[in-house]
């Protein structure tokens, strides 16, 4: 069974003036997303660029950090005691921190899903007027954390219910349910239905003298209410909490753990992984594949635009086996595997939409379900102001197309088809497209192809007596019926086996005969216009022209 995909989200410890807060600063679905400076709004996605040194502490922190798997969690309280639970019991913190990390651990999650609410003058000048206060210095976080920890205290010796109770009445700042805005997140768009998600949370704290790091893999996916951006349930959770200046570290190995969750081969590990020794083996052969690039002779801060085309894991998986196999047979580097001149060919990957279904209008019915639910944004979103140029754009490739190959089609058929009639087609056949086939966007119009048809048919019914107006209904209501077969019998399937030669085959049949067109027009017009090889430039003054009046007895009435 393949592993879903992951959506990973970073957040960092933040202060807000006088409170604690856990605010997004990173995305992954395949790639990643920055929150830009300013916090406003997100970079373009990316290939993540990581330094070794990071990686490297990353793997220090799953061999001494707390690594639980398959956890029975189903709220985040749970999960944080169970973590705290876990550090106490191996001795890796003392019981006096398990109030404190939890206060830290259970605080409200601010995530780039808008432009953020800016405070008041009044608000920045009590956050300008001092140094950021972590929770044991600030007088309102030390008086709601000593009222947190009485309150826990109180109620440890009573079941789990009523700690969980106690916690989210006194500790938990997370709201139990997603909120309005992760509903109506426009970016669950991006990510598939059956994804899951991993959560990274980095921060530094006063309190703590060696870092705080666990790894959690629960047994069910659990959507743990506002700790993630878009609704989508929670399987990892990595948690990083250090000391006082060590900011930029912590956050490098957030960067790195999230990066290696979406890697489809570390993600197989994780989901798979038995105990702490398989997700270091991970580690390790991510760091196989790992091309370091010297300093200096590059730009950190340039992001390396995503790949056209990604090797899938298989692939990546054989490539591996190769290299390895010819650092056995003795060949330093890999020579027996793949040389450096030679690539590995990309497979043709096919979705879902060129699957045979075998059925009666299987892949209509499909269709129609994965489209059903974008359909209305597709057409109401026309109207939001940053779809003005993509409107703009698509009127006018419609508008040009159908004046250009009107103008062609005019000439081509002695004006049976001419500019209105191209005008009215592209505007009936793109209206019925777009209504019915869900796509808003797309330029409809004649094409090349079209106008070489509709020329040696006119050529054809003249020659042969035949109206070619009617042959032209007979032939469009033939490919009418064409086309409703193919559909219900779900044949589009079968231009999974096309290839790049048909396409570039027509094309170049395409692009011959209007060469040769061209060719033939240019001779014709040194026929119509003949060139005087006699001419003698200096003759040109013997030359005369006059204009005589008409003889009035040869003129007919």
């Known amino acids: ?12 410890l933040q202060h807000d003036g006088e409170e604690l807060e856990w605010r997004e600063s990173a995305r992954w679905v395949k790639f ?26 990353l793997r220090t922190c799953l061999q001494t950090g707390v690594v639980l798997l398959d956890l029975e969690g189903y709220s985040l309280p749970q999960i944080v005691d169970d973590i705290i639970e876990r550090q106490i019991e191996e001795g890796m913190i003392g019981p006096e921190m398990r109030d404190k990390i939890s206060f830290v651990l259970l605080r409200k999650h601010r995530h780039q899903t808008k ?14 007027s001092g140094a950021p206060r972590s929770p044991a ?16 205290r109180s109620k440890q010796a009573g079941s789990y219910g009523r700690l969980r109770h106690a916690q989210s009445r006194s500790m938990n700042d997370i709201a139990d349910t997603p909120s309005t805005d992760q509903l109506k997140n426009k970016f669950m768009k991006k990510i598939p239905r059956d994804a899951e998600a991993s959560n990274v949370l980095v ?9 705080f790091v666990a790894f959690v893999r629960l047994a069910q996916a659990t959507t743990l209410g506002g700790l993630t951006e878009v609704p989508v349930p929670t399987r990892f959770l990595f948690v990083l909490l250090g000391p006082h200046g060590k900011a930029k570290s912590y956050n490098e190995i957030g960067r790195a753990i999230a990066t290696l969750m979406v890697d489809d081969l570390f993600s197989d590990v994780a989901y798979k992984a038995r105990d702490r020794e398989d997700l270091i083996a991970g580690i390790d052969e991510f760091l196989d594949e790992v091309i370091v ?3 200096g002779e590059w730009d950190p801060k340039i992001r390396i635009e995503p790949p056209k085309k990604v090797l899938s894991a298989d692939k990546r998986k054989s490539v591996f086996s190769l290299n390895e196999l010819g650092q056995m047979n003795g060949s330093v580097g890999g020579g027996g595997g793949v040389s450096e001149d030679e690539e590995m060919p990309v497979p043709h990957e096919l979705g879902e939409e060129l699957a045979y279904t075998g059925r009666f209008c299987g892949g209509l019915f499909l269709d129609i379900k994965r489209k059903l639910p974008w359909y209305p944004s597709d057409f109401y979103e026309g109207f939001h102001i940053q779809s003005i140029s993509a409107v703009l754009f698509i009127y006018l490739g419609c508008i040009t197309n159908a004046i250009t190959f009107g103008g062609l089609l005019g000439d081509a058929t002695d004006n049976y088809q001419g500019v209105m009639e191209s005008f009215l087609g592209t ?27 509709e ?19 007979w032939i469009g209501m033939h490919a009418c019926v064409q086309c409703l077969f193919l559909v219900v019998t779900d044949a589009s399937y079968i231009i999974k086996y096309m290839t790049r030669f048909t396409e570039e085959g027509f094309s170049s049949l395409i692009s011959f005969i209007f060469i040769s067109d061209a060719i033939k027009k240019m001779v014709g017009s040194f026929k119509y216009y003949p060139i005087n090889t006699e001419f003698n430039p200096d003759y040109v003054t013997a030359y005369k022209c006059e204009c005589v009046a008409p003889d009035p007895s040869e003129c007919i009435l």
């Open 455 to 473: 020329k040696l048919l006119y050529e054809f019914s003249k020659s042969n007596s035949i109206d070619y107006m009617e042959l032209r209904l």
């Open 32 to 57: 990643e997303e920055k929150v830009e400076e300013g916090g406003e709004r997100w970079s373009k996605p990316h290939v993540s660029t990581l330094s070794l040194h990071s990686l490297f502490e």
């Open 1 to 12: 069974m393949p592993t879903p995909t992951l959506f990973t989200e970073m957040d960092t």
């Open 137 to 152: 210095r600030s007088p309102t976080a030390t008086s709601a954390f000593n009222r947190s920890t009485e309150d826990l």
């Open 293 to 295: 690039l010297p300093p």
């Open 115 to 128: 432009k953020p609410i800016h405070r008041s003058l009044a608000d920045m000048g009590k956050g300008s």
């Open 427 to 453: 505007a009936l056949a793109g209206t019925v497209f777009c209504v019915f086939a869900g796509q808003p966007l797309i330029i409809l119009s004649s094409t090349g192809p079209i106008l070489i048809f």
């Open 203 to 211: 921060g530094e704290v006063d309190f703590l003298n060696k870092p």
